[in-house]
């Protein structure tokens, strides 16, 4: 895992002081509610609906225990005892004080952590594979170049003010767990025919009120070379992006009117000036980040198995659980746990400070200190021993993390909402409540299999309704709250953004409705092998609109 | 060349404070400008006065006064080096015409010079700091010496000088002696006729009010003497009429508050806006919009005088890179503070096509910006928002003072990381 060095350390130090110096400032009237955003919103502050709201970085998804355990300590002495882990791999508290956020701030720079642009129209935290550096499947580990580019952005001169926020994505496997072509930048581990590794980048992707799948821009960008092309990238978007719509501000907007070929040319006349230049990256530099994510000292555990199908039959929950929340490892006798945070009737994301204590002493013990955040809002322990895997799931169940719902239908992904967020049209966490208890049943559960929900309060898409195989997004209509259904979506490789069903269904109906798609795809599908994203590819939107609508 | 006098005079007349000034001016106010120096020289200072002179056009009206009053009274000349030939020869013809005994010529530092001014161009460009190192730098170290000072400004010569007192007191203590206080242009040329003073021979020639060669020009019939002065900038007196600690000297002399940060202080700004009036082929210590200079670019380029650039949001500076040499200010707007194309805008100027002159940032200056902008290459910023001044000058900005990514070539140390950290 990557340590700061002294340089790291003197810099959130010093981001600290200078944003304590704000907040005083703010305090104190000499700043403005105007002037004073941006400058929070730097910092991951936002002004919630019912207090301020921070959020705080977790650089590309990963963890050590001691960290965990700072947050634990945040959200039982500065918040409600709780934190809610977001879609962008972060970590964010409902309710500090802006009196404490200088407090909360240093605590966190005691455990090299930051909410260093985890808003405002800046570089946001890179968000990569959660089970990159262990997964089977992997051919690069992002991570180190997710660093370089952590550090390569941060507080960039230059793209501090950009037209919008703006999102890098990267994975280092060909099965995208990232989501990258939903991002600004999405970047794909690529090797070119010399054997060289580099980047497939791709740009203009994004959810919110305008879907859209990012566009391949340049399909080797080398290693070396990677930040001068992303600085091409920030300065042609920065100079000819939107300003005078904030819904048309984004990256998308811009490739989308302009078009691609436009927007390369202008990419590829800027790399050329500069391409070669200052921000080329030297190999050993690269090598040098690198052995701070060596692989940790593996012991020989390839004769270590877990029979799934015995432990099904004795114990079915710890049978669920090693058949979903298990990712192949690339160690033999290793496998990264997935630990939910999906329990039925739960607020999607959520953590007690108890939970991630525990969390982070399984960490500690089973898993080499270290832990990753998931873009699907869920945590996961990456190098467990299979050998350990029982002791740990028992851990789990005493702390009431150990669903073993992992990608299944109750595994929902979901935004905060009209119970804190100040933009929501309608509120989403009772929603994805709602549909966890009708689908509580882990036999029906596995029935279904693999199937994606997701929950927006509003059209911002937080809760990546366009991306899941059903998207359910809150609407208002006639000063109440209604739901609209998608279906279709799909954040992975093969990217598709849902398509709107049908009209709009009122909170109590949605579960119902769920429901009825649910049946429809069991009783129409070719086998247990077709997952419902396959089945409505093949079948086509008719079938499920029908059940939902009847026959026209 | 030898001073007359080399002992330290402590400042500080404290029965002339505030009140005693006051009581001076309510006593002399009706008196002559000879009684009022008479009495300066004689019982409110005794030996611990002097007069700074011009030698100008109308210098010699109070060099005859203290001729009358006193020859040996030190008189000091501000040799800039940048006189005419022709104020040069005044100097000594008016020595020998009044029978002056004590005349010092103070010259600037010459290290200075060659420093900040090697070329002698640092009047074109940056007027305020070369008034600073050829008049109030020398000047400083002699004002040391006195406890008063003479001097020839009179009311009506601009505005900001409409309510000057007989008697000052400076901010340290020490008292201006202003004689001619209520002499007016024709008293000025009545006193010449009357005593038969000689002329500055470039008088007649039409020059009203004469201070270096290069800032003065002639003066239309009709027009303000002092017009000639600094003609075109927006600049109306020089360091030497302000008081010894570079603030004004009376407190109802107004004077227009500078909001050009450079080099670690507020400075004169010798550019003004561009207007509808502005014309291509004449316009000087303007900062012309890039559009206005692509749609009139061969006047712009005939014209000699010195000129800026004014680049907007979204206006294309790769269009200009060839003419950017042409001029010594690059000003690039920030509309909103939360517009930040002008950081890109600097980058490309100051890196890509090398710009080396003053690239400054206007519109919405703000605190928290302007550690950003300096990376970006801005020298030179135009701050309007009070708090924002006063946290320039108290030297506080909100800085994370050590950088991850190189944007600049300077910032470049050898042998560390790619992404270049550096700690300033
Ligand atoms: S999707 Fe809308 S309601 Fe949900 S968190 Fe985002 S802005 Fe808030
Ligand atoms: S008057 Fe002009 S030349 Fe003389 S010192 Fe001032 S700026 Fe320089």
């Not at chain 1, 970590?91 to 455990?111: G, H, R, Y």
């Not at chain 1, 180190?144 to 390569?152: C, D, H």
């Not at chain 1, 941060?154 to 926020?165: A, C, D, I, M």
């Not at chain 1, 002493?361 to 895997?389: C, G, I, K, M």
Request: glycine share 8%; with cysteine; aromatic share 8%.
């Amino acid at each position: 895992m990557y340590r700061y060095d002294e340089f790291d350390a003197a810099f959130v130090a010093g981001r600290g002081a200078q944003f304590a110096d704000q907040v005083n400032r703010r305090l104190s009237g000499e700043l403005s509610e105007d002037q004073f955003r941006p400058l929070r919103l730097m910092n991951g502050l936002y002004l919630q609906l019912h207090a301020y709201m921070l959020r705080i970085a977790v650089p590309y998804g990963t963890l050590s225990s001691r960290q965990l355990r700072k947050l634990a300590h945040i959200a039982r002495t500065y918040d409600r005892g709780y934190g809610h882990f977001t879609t962008r791999q972060n970590i964010q508290f409902n309710w500090p004080k802006l009196k404490d956020v200088p407090a909360i701030l240093a605590e966190l720079a005691s455990v090299e952590m930051h909410s260093i642009q985890t808003s405002g129209n800046c570089i946001r935290n890179t968000t990569t594979d959660q089970f990159a550096g262990a997964a089977a499947d992997e051919i690069i580990d992002p991570r180190p170049v997710a660093e370089i580019i952590r550090q390569w952005s941060s507080l960039h001169p230059e793209f501090t003010y950009l037209p919008r926020k703006f999102k890098i994505a990267m994975t280092g496997s060909p099965n995208d767990r990232a989501a990258i072509r939903f991002h600004d930048i999405g970047l794909q581990a690529a090797v070119n025919a010399a054997g060289e590794t580099g980047w497939e980048v791709w740009v203009g992707g994004g959810l919110g009120r305008t879907p859209m799948i990012g566009k391949l821009i340049n399909s080797f960008v080398p290693n070396e070379h990677l930040l001068a092309y992303l600085e091409s990238i920030m300065r042609v978007y920065n100079r000819y992006g939107r300003r005078d719509n904030k819904y048309k501000a984004r990256i998308k907007i811009l490739v989308h009117e302009e078009g691609l070929e436009t927007i390369k040319g202008q990419v590829e006349a800027e790399f050329a000036e500069i391409r070669g230049g200052i921000l080329t990256l030297p190999s050993e530099e690269v090598d040098r980040i690198t052995t701070y994510f060596a692989p940790p000292a593996f012991t020989d555990q390839a004769g270590s198995k877990v029979d799934v199908a015995y432990q099904s039959i004795i114990d079915p929950a710890y049978g669920r659980w090693l058949d979903n929340n298990l990712n192949a490892h690339r160690e033999p006798g290793y496998a990264s746990v997935t630990i939910s945070l999906k329990p039925v009737g739960g607020a999607p994301g959520d953590a007690t400070d108890v939970q991630m204590d525990v969390v982070a002493d399984l960490a500690e013990r089973y898993s080499f200190d270290e832990l990753r955040v998931t873009h699907e809002q869920n945590l996961v322990l990456p190098h467990v021993a299979v050998a350990d895997l029982r002791t740990v799931y028992d851990a789990l169940v005493a702390a009431g993390l150990a669903d073993g719902n992992a990608g299944m239908i109750t595994d929902i992904i979901c935004c905060p909402g009209l119970d804190f967020c100040a933009l929501a049209n309608a509120r989403s966490i009772p929603i994805a409540q709602e549909i966890t208890h009708k689908f509580a049943a882990p036999e029906r559960q596995a029935e279904i299999g693999d199937l994606k929900i997701k929950i927006s309060g509003c059209i911002n898409a937080c809760g990546h309704h366009h991306v899941g195989h059903i998207g359910i997004l809150g609407v208002e209509k006639k000063g109440g709250e209604l739901y609209q259904i998608t279906l279709g979506g799909d954040a992975s490789e093969q990217a598709s953004v849902g398509k709107i069903i049908g009209p709009g269904f009122e909170a109590d109906a949605v579960p119902d409705a769920i429901e009825k798609l649910v049946d429809t795809y069991i009783a129409k599908r070719h086998s247990v092998d077709e997952t419902f994203i396959q089945a409505y590819r093949r079948l086509g939107e008719a079938p499920f609109k029908e059940a939902l609508y009847g026959t026209a | 060349m030898e001073q007359p006098k080399q002992v330290q005079v402590p400042a500080g007349h404290d029965k002339l404070r505030a009140l005693g000034i006051l009581a001076l001016n309510g006593m002399f106010d009706e008196m002559d400008a000879v009684g009022v120096l008479r009495q300066a020289a004689a019982d409110v200072l005794p030996g611990d006065l002097a007069v700074v002179s011009s030698f100008g056009a109308d210098s010699a009206v109070l060099l005859h006064l203290v001729a009358q009053v006193d020859p040996s009274l030190p008189v000091y000349f501000l040799e800039t080096g940048k006189h005419f030939q022709e104020t040069l020869d005044y100097v000594e013809t008016l020595k020998q015409h009044l029978g002056l005994l004590n005349v010092h010529a103070i010259h600037p530092n010459q290290a200075d010079l060659a420093r900040f001014d090697p070329a002698g161009t640092l009047w074109e460009t940056d007027p305020d700091s070369c008034c600073h190192i050829r008049k109030t730098e020398p000047l400083e170290p002699i004002t040391e010496l006195y406890g008063g000072w003479v001097t020839g400004r009179k009311r009506f010569q601009t505005r900001e000088r409409g309510v000057l007192p007989h008697f000052e007191l400076t901010s340290d203590d020490r008292i201006k002696v202003n004689p001619l206080a209520y002499f007016h242009d024709s008293d000025v040329n009545q006193y010449k006729i009357d005593h038969g003073l000689p002329e500055h021979p470039l008088f007649a020639k039409g020059y009203k009010s004469i201070g270096c060669a290069p800032c003065t020009s002639v003066v239309a019939e009709g027009e303000d003497p002092r017009a000639g002065r600094w003609r075109g900038l927006d600049k109306k007196e020089c360091g030497i009429h302000f008081d010894f600690n570079g603030a004004i000297a009376s407190p109802m002399m107004a004077a227009k508050r500078h909001t050009l940060w450079k080099d670690g202080t507020f400075i004169a700004d010798p550019f003004h806006d561009w207007t509808d009036e502005s014309e291509p082929a004449t316009a000087r210590y303007q900062h012309v919009p890039l559009p206005v200079f692509l749609a009139h670019r061969e006047a712009f380029l005939a014209n000699p005088h010195p000129l800026g650039l004014l680049v907007a949001p979204g206006e294309s500076v790769e269009d200009v890179a060839d003419d950017l040499e042409r001029f010594s200010s690059i000003a690039i707007k920030f509309p909103g503070f939360a517009d930040g194309r002008g950081y890109s805008t600097a980058r490309l100027v100051s890196q890509r096509y090398q710009y080396a002159n003053e690239i400054r940032a206007v519109g919405d200056v703000l605190q928290d910006q302007i550690p950003l902008m300096r990376r970006c290459g801005f020298n030179a910023l135009v701050v309007t928002h009070e708090p924002t001044r006063a946290a320039l000058i108290e030297n506080r900005l909100p800085e994370v003072a050590i950088f991850y990514q190189p944007v600049g070539t300077a910032e470049v140390p050898i042998g560390t990381r790619p992404f270049l950290r550096r700690a300033s």
